[in-house]
């Protein structure tokens, strides 16, 4: 199967019914394994066999809904959107505020402006010039949706504004119907309709900032020299291999490895990280952080999709096109909503027309004040009740619960250097009971490094110094760490080297023979050795440096933990979360990592293969479990784990593999995306409270005539804006 993935950005969508029909058509294609439409984001994601069905499959099946597929999405889509929103808005509130003040006077003072007639007919003809001006879209999606055998929430608003509408006309011809309570009802309905999709555009717009902000960050251009000379060129034009110049405080173009210049970048857009990173050549920069002071040529190495940017953004939209266990039910209940609606407004109106008396009392044993000076009995009253049922109950709410707060919980993450790969491992996380952390580059630095060195002749820095120039040439990690300990001295001069792999080295360094290595290496060259006055660094790798054949020191090397660890573990511990280290390494390493970091639990000796067996015998013991690495051998481990963590320093593979992406090697960052979890699935649930119990309320008051059509408008509007900016109130909690 030639497995192929892609994003459409798809015109027309308006309500949750909308997303669920257009998902459910796209499921049923042949050779889609996978389709998600989000409504928030207007756009579906389908995973699908590209030998089985091709793009223009796909915009007919849409097509045939009543909608319309936009292969290209302007980056001021959004900001267009909800401009034409706003302009539909004003012109329907202004037609409104004129049928308002015709309206109230007979609902309240019974008094007419024109006459009685005369007003009726001027409010009939604003309603009508709002229906089909500024309301248009929604009549016209109405029918689409109708034509291609479904119903969506314009379907309706299109029934409850046209039966109000055509009350003016009823009137003529059936006695006990006051014109003046329902001609102006659609132009109000339209308003508040129309404010509603006003007030979600803006909302939408907020909840999905941050793949336009990742978007924006990346560099338009490129300088590279062509024939000596530097020109400036498109970044699309970029190829990998390519050379290319980035001057103090630009912004790299591109992934790539630096060939000349030594510099600082800012790397805080990739990394969170505000301290900028000293770079130098043969170091990796990445494209869209910025060259704060040094001349660079660069040598590109990924341009277009493949760039550490362009990872970030799908990673971010993989997350928000993702669904989390709990919207499913939200899906199931929004897909037969509609009919099920129009079915209960036959039942509705049919009882006020057969029980009006029963009805009433029902209604006046709830409310006793019936608002607006609703009929009592009769047609009148049969069809204010079954319009407001009509508009009120919209399963927009609904469909923008889950949605529009995953949106903000993933912006909020991605901000923070955390990116959620899915929707199912941010609700799983708050149900994390252990974490396995691997050892070497997610515990540690993932390098050694000088912890120790005791001197039994000479002081600490000579000693250091000799040491230092005995591998200055070296590249091994030892040799390295003891270099970059001695950093700050002056190294003698070095003379006769010789190198014995995994043993030692050995010069002459101010005409005195020198040799530094292992124990059995000195031993080897006859050299009395002096014990180790500390048994505490049992665990480290040590070496021994001997001059003019006497024992000078000891240097204890390790790879050592990251100063965060041991908080972080604390933090775990307090939220119930069973802490578990797996390393390779033997028991005494590997106990002496875990004590210093508080680790309760040790796995030593666990090779690569046996990780992800690991992870399943904790999960066979009932535990929810999390697991932390960065290299390709975690990879198993990751993916077998509840909620897999990569190290953003780590592996491509390893990152491929995880649920959540650290895009620096800061540990902290786990009781973060911990944190934005719980945050986030607690808006979810708010907001699909807040969706059911406003149907749950709405819809029995509608039904018995205690809610005024208008005011069923207000409230169906307000519900869709309340859980969309409760979403947005995500922004302001601490993470």
Same mark, same amino acid.
């Given at each position: 199967?030639?497995?192929?993935?892609?994003?459409?950005?798809?015109?027309?969508?308006?309500?949750?019914?909308?997303?669920?029909?257009?998902?459910?058509?796209?499921?049923?294609?042949?050779?889609?394994?996978?389709?998600?439409?989000?409504?928030?984001?207007?756009?579906?994601?389908?995973?699908?066999?590209?030998?089985?069905?091709?793009?223009?499959?796909?915009?007919?099946?849409?097509?045939?809904?009543?909608?319309?597929?936009?292969?290209?999405?302007?980056?001021?889509?959004?900001?267009?959107?909800?401009?034409?929103?706003?302009?539909?808005?004003?012109?329907?509130?202004?037609?409104?505020?004129?049928?308002?003040?015709?309206?109230?006077?007979?609902?309240?003072?019974?008094?007419?402006?024109?006459?009685?007639?005369?007003?009726?007919?001027?409010?009939?003809?604003?309603?009508?010039?709002?229906?089909?001006?500024?309301?248009?879209?929604?009549?016209?999606?109405?029918?689409?949706?109708?034509?291609?055998?479904?119903?969506?929430?314009?379907?309706?608003?299109?029934?409850?504004?046209?039966?109000?509408?055509?009350?003016?006309?009823?009137?003529?011809?059936?006695?006990?119907?006051?014109?003046?309570?329902?001609?102006?009802?659609?132009?109000?309905?339209?308003?508040?309709?129309?404010?509603?999709?006003?007030?979600?555009?803006?909302?939408?717009?907020?909840?999905?900032?941050?793949?336009?902000?990742?978007?924006?960050?990346?560099?338009?251009?490129?300088?590279?020299?062509?024939?000596?000379?530097?020109?400036?060129?498109?970044?699309?034009?970029?190829?990998?291999?390519?050379?290319?110049?980035?001057?103090?405080?630009?912004?790299?173009?591109?992934?790539?490895?630096?060939?000349?210049?030594?510099?600082?970048?800012?790397?805080?857009?990739?990394?969170?990280?505000?301290?900028?990173?000293?770079?130098?050549?043969?170091?990796?920069?990445?494209?869209?952080?910025?060259?704060?002071?040094?001349?660079?040529?660069?040598?590109?190495?990924?341009?277009?999709?493949?760039?550490?940017?362009?990872?970030?953004?799908?990673?971010?939209?993989?997350?928000?096109?993702?669904?989390?266990?709990?919207?499913?039910?939200?899906?199931?209940?929004?897909?037969?909503?509609?009919?099920?609606?129009?079915?209960?407004?036959?039942?509705?109106?049919?009882?006020?027309?057969?029980?009006?008396?029963?009805?009433? @009392?029902? $209604?006046? &044993?709830?409310? /006793?004040?019936?608002?607006?000076? +609703?009929?009592?009995?009769?047609?009148? !009253? %049969?069809?204010?009740?079954?319009?407001?049922?009509?508009?009120?109950?919209?399963?927009?709410?609904?469909?923008?619960?889950?949605?529009?707060?995953?949106?903000?919980?993933?912006?909020?993450?991605?901000?923070?250097?955390?990116?959620?790969?899915?929707?199912?491992?941010?609700?799983?996380?708050?149900?994390?009971?252990?974490?396995?952390?691997?050892?070497?580059?997610?515990?540690?630095?993932?390098?050694?490094?000088?912890?120790?060195?005791?001197?039994?002749?000479?002081?600490?820095?000579?000693?250091? @110094?000799? $040491?230092? &120039?005995?591998? /200055?040439?070296?590249?091994?990690? +030892?040799?390295?760490?003891?270099?970059? !300990? %001695?950093?700050?001295?002056?190294?003698?001069?070095?003379?006769?080297?010789?190198?014995?792999?995994?043993?030692?080295?050995?010069?002459?360094?101010?005409?005195?023979?020198?040799?530094?290595?292992?124990?059995?290496?000195?031993?080897?060259?006859?050299?009395?050795?002096?014990?180790?006055?500390?048994?505490?660094?049992?665990?480290?790798?040590?070496?021994?440096?001997?001059?003019?054949?006497?024992?000078?020191?000891?240097?204890?090397?390790?790879?050592?933990?990251?100063?965060?660890?041991?908080?972080?573990?604390?933090?775990?511990?307090?939220?119930?979360?069973?802490?578990?280290?797996?390393?390779?390494?033997?028991?005494?390493? %590997?106990?002496?990592?875990?004590?210093?970091?508080?680790?309760?639990?040790?796995?030593?000796?666990?090779?690569?293969?046996?990780?992800?067996?690991?992870?399943?015998?904790?999960?066979?013991?009932?535990?929810?479990?999390?697991?932390?690495?960065?290299?390709?051998?975690?990879?198993?481990?990751?993916?077998?784990?509840?909620?897999?963590?990569?190290?953003?320093?780590?592996?491509?593979?390893?990152?491929?593999?995880?649920?959540?992406?650290?895009?620096?090697?800061?540990?902290?960052?786990?009781?973060?995306?911990?944190?934005?979890?719980?945050?986030?699935?607690?808006?979810?649930?708010?907001?699909?409270?807040?969706?059911?119990?406003?149907?749950?309320?709405?819809?029995?008051?509608?039904?018995?005539?205690?809610?005024?059509?208008?005011?069923?408008?207000?409230?169906?509007?307000?519900?869709?804006?309340?859980?969309?900016?409760?979403?947005?109130?995500?922004?302001?909690?601490?993470?």
């Amino acid at each position: 199967m030639m497995q192929s993935k892609i994003n459409l950005n798809i015109e027309g969508m308006h309500c949750a019914s909308c997303s669920a029909r257009v998902e459910k058509a796209l499921s049923q294609m042949p050779g889609v394994s996978e389709a998600n439409v989000n409504l928030a984001l207007e756009e579906a994601s389908i995973s699908f066999d590209d030998r089985k069905v091709k793009l223009a499959d796909f915009s007919r099946t849409i097509a045939k809904l009543g909608f319309q597929v936009r292969t290209e999405k302007d980056e001021n889509e959004q900001l267009n959107a909800m401009h034409k929103a706003r302009n539909l808005m004003w012109i329907s509130w202004a037609i409104t505020i004129v049928v308002t003040a015709l309206m109230v006077p007979h609902m309240v003072f019974h008094r007419a402006i024109f006459g009685h007639s005369a007003d009726a007919w001027i409010m009939f003809s604003l309603s009508l010039f709002a229906m089909l001006v500024p309301a248009r879209g929604v009549y016209v999606s109405a029918f689409k949706s109708i034509r291609s055998g479904g119903a969506n929430m314009d379907v309706l608003i299109a029934m409850g504004t046209i039966a109000s509408l055509l009350v003016a006309p009823l009137s003529l011809f059936v006695k006990g119907i006051s014109p003046h309570s329902f001609a102006g009802i659609a132009a109000m309905i339209i308003s508040f309709h129309l404010t509603g999709r006003y007030l979600e555009a803006r909302a939408r717009g907020k909840a999905s900032e941050a793949i336009r902000k990742l978007l924006n960050l990346g560099a338009k251009t490129a300088i590279v020299i062509i024939d000596g000379s530097e020109v400036e060129i498109p970044i699309r034009k970029l190829s990998s291999g390519d050379i290319f110049i980035v001057k103090p405080g630009s912004k790299i173009p591109t992934d790539g490895v630096i060939i000349a210049g030594n510099t600082t970048i800012d790397e805080s857009m990739a990394t969170g990280e505000s301290i900028p990173v000293p770079k130098s050549v043969g170091d990796k920069v990445l494209g869209a952080t910025i060259n704060l002071d040094g001349y660079l040529e660069v040598k590109a190495t990924q341009v277009g999709a493949d760039t550490f940017l362009a990872q970030v953004v799908k990673l971010v939209s993989e997350a928000q096109h993702s669904k989390v266990p709990i919207q499913l039910m939200a899906d199931r209940v929004t897909a037969v909503f509609v009919p099920i609606v129009l079915v209960l407004v036959v039942v509705v109106f049919s009882a006020w027309m057969l029980f009006p008396s029963g009805m009433t @009392a029902i $209604a006046r &044993a709830i409310s /006793s004040v019936l608002p607006l000076n +609703l009929p009592s009995e009769g047609l009148a !009253a %049969a069809l204010m009740a079954a319009i407001a049922t009509l508009v009120i109950a919209c399963p927009c709410a609904l469909g923008l619960a889950t949605p529009t707060a995953l949106m903000v919980g993933s912006g909020i993450g991605a901000n923070l250097g955390i990116l959620i790969r899915n929707g199912e491992a941010l609700q799983r996380m708050r149900d994390m009971t252990a974490i396995v952390f691997d050892k070497t580059g997610t515990l540690t630095h993932g390098k050694p490094e000088l912890i120790k060195l005791h001197s039994f002749k000479g002081n600490d820095n000579n000693n250091l @110094a000799f $040491a230092a &120039a005995l591998e /200055s040439a070296s590249e091994h990690p +030892l040799a390295v760490a003891i270099v970059s !300990a %001695a950093k700050n001295l002056q190294l003698p001069a070095r003379e006769d080297f010789i190198s014995t792999p995994g043993k030692g080295v050995r010069g002459k360094i101010d005409g005195k023979d020198c040799l530094l290595g292992s124990r059995s290496y000195l031993e080897e060259q006859e050299i009395a050795l002096s014990d180790p006055a500390d048994s505490s660094f049992s665990h480290t790798t040590q070496i021994g440096l001997a001059v003019a054949g006497v024992f000078h020191a000891w240097f204890y090397l390790a790879d050592t933990v990251k100063e965060e660890a041991a908080k972080v573990v604390t933090e775990l511990k307090i939220r119930g979360i069973d802490t578990y280290m797996m390393s390779g390494d033997n028991e005494t390493t %590997a106990n002496a990592i875990a004590r210093i970091c508080g680790i309760n639990h040790v796995m030593a000796n666990v090779q690569p293969a046996d990780k992800a067996n690991k992870i399943k015998e904790l999960q066979d013991r009932g535990l929810v479990v999390g697991m932390v690495g960065d290299g390709i051998n975690d990879a198993p481990a990751l993916k077998q784990a509840d909620i897999g963590f990569a190290m953003g320093l780590g592996t491509d593979i390893a990152i491929e593999a995880a649920d959540i992406t650290l895009l620096r090697s800061d540990l902290s960052l786990i009781p973060k995306a911990i944190n934005l979890s719980i945050k986030t699935f607690a808006k979810i649930r708010q907001n699909l409270f807040w969706a059911f119990f406003y149907n749950l309320v709405a819809i029995p008051l509608a039904a018995f005539g205690i809610l005024h059509p208008v005011i069923a408008e207000v409230a169906m509007a307000s519900s869709s804006v309340t859980v969309v900016t409760n979403a947005n109130l995500l922004k302001r909690s601490r993470i």
